[in-house]
């Protein structure tokens, strides 16, 4: 359970003092520390846990793509407006990396053709990646340290343009927390294609806000928890222009003795009418003691929209298990096809090559009995 | 020596006191051989499918059932197929995200790691199914979607038909393959089913209606009623069930 009043206090460096952000940010900070929603994110996880990340070495990431036209790549930019991009009040801990840390901002201003890439060695400075109106951008992320890390990532999307988004999490088994917020305006679309493993506890914090009109995000998630290890999820989705959009699909499979827990909340805003969000989580557990807690929330002020949400929690399906055993495939060998199918029905985008067969990975060790 | 020789066959869905189906039903199929079994709703038609297949929930409480003097009932579902045992299901299961042509590898590997038999190469084995697809008028495209993913009844019993000529069984069960299928579809799954026959195979033809038996002729039509076979002839008898139904044989 949380251990939410042993939060350390945060000051604030000089970047941020005469800045819209920094007005009253630790009035804010401390607030938002007691907020119930606050509260609910870290119901499973110790925030202790995360927090405590933050005495650790940061290092710049590396970047590659970055050499294209239409990028610039600032560290500790002198002036840099981040007081409608960053929320204190949504997000408080991952405010306090930002105060913690050397900062590094990424402009794009024009169509890349080629990824931008960030690769992380560890625990990570945060980074701000601006895409100007009408860009059209792929960005991948990969981890290369098993050490404990965390990493926070604002992406803001000018308006009609596209950013692709996709971070394969494989290789680490100690602790990790990847934060990523993300501002899209008008018509803007992003699409994030997350596949991970677990670790000793990898924790995912996805915000959305979906503020300009005509907005669009997608998310596809593939997650397999091995034994013994722990994820968790925690995705929103605000709404607040109207006839924004919505889609998310995740997908989890729960080792015996894993744990998993799944919380996405879908904000419709009062200004966001006719609006659509659809979400679908869905769980297999592969043994009797795998813990898997889901809970997909809608919270709607606004009566002209439309939106589905639904979890499901299950053992593999027994017709289908059946089907594959008729055509003399070996009930272990069955099993692990099914896995398989489930996890590859959300592996898309850039990093699904290298995605399908990591997240199958931990199922060959697996007696599948 | 009977292909498949089942005896004082009774058997029963769910647990110990679960309901008796198959009250004492006997069938010898010989290679070679085409057998139909007609019977009204509830007689035991399917049950009977199932029971042959190995599927959970269906009990074998008395009898015997073999396939090629191999004893059935002591093998999984997984192993009587690699015995040579094929069920065309009457409902096919929809399996997303595991791709036809997966399903198809990986059922043709494990039957021919069972058989010691060379694993095919891969790229002939998919110019191999490409052309056992196009021959079944199955559009290509599909192997690439999801296991029976979207598709329509007809495309899921001509892919039924698709894994019978491919895996080539030494018996096949058809649990009312006819079903939902329209004339034209009939046709091109009747003529998959007689490609596959040969001296060397048996078939047995699940169905209601006689309508099957004018494309795939059977040497023998069976009635079940009740759990039991009450009557066997040829394929005249077909027609005159069509013709007075079952009333007057139960």
Redesign the interface.
């Given at each position: 359970m949380a251990d939410l009043d042993v939060v350390e206090p945060i000051t604030l460096p000089n970047w941020l003092t005469d800045t819209p952000l920094g007005e009253g940010a630790i009035e804010r900070y401390e607030r938002a520390l007691a907020r119930p929603s606050h509260r609910e994110r870290w119901k499973y996880t110790r925030v202790k846990k995360i927090t405590g990340l933050r005495s650790l070495p940061a290092i710049r990431p590396d970047l590659s793509g970055h050499e294209q036209a239409g990028i610039v790549v600032t560290e500790n930019p002198d002036h840099l407006d981040l007081a409608d991009l960053v929320s204190i009040q949504r997000a408080p801990e991952a405010f306090a990396q930002l105060c913690t840390q050397p900062l590094l901002h990424i402009a794009v201003s024009a169509d890349l053709s080629q990824p931008l890439h960030l690769s992380y060695r560890g625990s990570s400075w945060p980074v701000i990646i601006d895409a100007a109106p009408n860009v059209k951008l792929t960005l991948t992320e990969a981890y290369e340290s098993d050490q404990a890390q965390q990493q926070t990532l604002w992406l803001r999307l000018g308006a009609n343009s596209l950013v692709t988004h996709a971070r394969n999490s494989f290789y680490s088994t100690a602790l990790h927390w990847q934060f990523v917020s993300v501002q899209a305006h008008a018509h803007s679309h992003y699409r994030l294609h997350n596949h991970a493993l677990a670790s000793s506890l990898r924790r995912q914090d996805t915000q959305i806000q979906l503020v300009g009109d005509g907005a669009h995000a997608e998310l596809n998630s593939a997650v397999m928890v091995a034994e013994r290890l722990n994820l968790d999820q925690q995705i929103t989705i605000e709404h607040i222009g109207a006839q924004t959009s919505s889609h998310q699909r995740v997908h989890n499979i729960i080792a015996d003795r894993g744990q998993s827990t799944f919380n996405g909340r879908i904000h419709i805003h009062n200004g966001a009418k006719k609006s659509n969000a659809q979400l679908s989580n869905k769980n297999i557990g592969l043994g009797a003691s795998a813990t898997i807690n889901t809970k997909p929330e809608l919270e709607i002020y606004n009566d002209d929209v439309s939106c589905a949400h639904g979890a499901t929690i299950g053992r593999l399906d027994d017709s289908q298990l059946f089907y594959l055993c008729s055509r003399g495939v070996a009930p272990a060998a069955a099993r692990r096809l099914l896995c398989e199918g489930f996890l590859h029905q959300c592996v898309d985008g850039p990093l699904a090559d290298t995605a399908r067969p990591a997240l199958i990975g931990p199922l060959q060790d697996m007696s599948m009995a | 020596m009977s292909l498949l020789d089942v005896r004082d066959l009774h058997a029963s869905v769910g647990e110990d006191d679960g309901q008796a189906i198959l009250k004492g039903l006997n069938l010898q199929i010989q290679a070679g051989e085409v057998h139909a079994i007609m019977g009204p709703n509830g007689s035991g038609k399917s049950t009977l499918a199932n029971i042959l297949?190995?599927?959970?929930g269906y009990r074998v409480t008395r009898g015997t059932l073999s396939l090629d003097s191999e004893d059935l009932a002591v093998l999984?579902?997984?192993e009587?197929?690699?015995a040579g045992l094929?069920?065309a299901?009457q409902y096919?299961?929809e399996?997303?995200?595991?791709s036809n042509m997966?399903?198809l590898k990986?059922?043709t590997d494990?039957?021919a790691k069972?058989r010691n038999a060379e694993q095919p190469d891969a790229a002939a084995f998919v110019r191999h199914v490409r052309t056992l697809a196009e021959s079944l008028d199955l559009d290509p495209q599909f192997l690439k979607r999801?296991?029976n993913e979207g598709f329509s009844g007809g495309e899921k019993k001509r892919n039924e038909i698709l894994?019978l000529l491919l895996?080539d069984p030494k018996m096949a069960v058809l649990d009312e393959t006819d079903s939902g299928l329209d004339i034209d579809a009939l046709k091109v799954v009747a003529e998959g089913v007689n490609r596959y026959r040969n001296d060397n195979n048996g078939v047995l033809l699940i169905t209601h209606y006689q309508r099957l038996l004018d494309y795939i002729v059977p040497d023998v039509v069976h009635v079940l009623a009740d759990g039991q076979i009450i009557q066997s002839g040829d394929k005249n008898l077909a027609l005159e069930l069509e013709a007075k139904g079952y009333t007057w044989l139960t």
């Open positions: - | 297949s190995g599927r959970p999984e579902p997984h009587r197929a690699q094929f069920l299901f096919p299961v399996i997303p995200g595991v997966e399903f990986a059922s494990s039957l069972a999801g296991v894994q895996l």
